[in-house]
Nanobody, 117 residues
Framework: QVQLVESGGGSVQAGGSLRLSCAAS?????MGWFRQAPGKEREGVAH????????YYADSMKGRFTISQDNAKNTVYLQMNSLKSEDTAMYYC?????????????WGQGTQVTVSS
């Protein structure tokens, strides 16, 4: 069982930046960020293969968001720049213990990001 703890959410004006952190209680092969806005379905933001460092981004986040890792700390970060009001959502960290980056079976509690225009 892997526990995930997110931090770093908050309120920011449009155009601003935030960095989210997700600390895992153990090593997992793939970690990712998802988000869910009120009334909308959860969507993938980015994920990273913690072994090789390969990262994937949803199209709308490319160029604005950067996912990175610190394997020594079992921590993944999401640097979010040029934030828009439509980025407002609850952001969740998730981990895939298998390594395919398709089976995110461990989830954090979420951290709220609010972007005001």
């Amino acid at each position: 069982q892997v526990q995930l703890v997110e931090s770093g959410g908050g309120s920011v004006q449009a155009g601003g930046s935030l960095r989210l952190s997700c600390a895992a209680s153990g090593y997992t092969y793939c970690m990712g960020w998802f988000r869910q806005a009120p009334g909308k379905e959860r969507e993938g933001v980015a994920h990273i293969d913690t072994g090789g460092g390969s990262a994937y981004y949803a199209d709308s986040m490319k160029g604005r968001f950067t996912i990175s890792q610190d394997n020594a700390k079992n921590t993944v970060y999401l640097q979010m720049n040029s934030l828009k009001s439509e980025d407002t959502a609850m952001y969740y960290c998730a981990a895939d213990p298998v390594g395919s980056c398709t089976d995110f079976s461990y989830w954090g509690q979420g951290t709220q990001v609010t972007v005001s225009s």
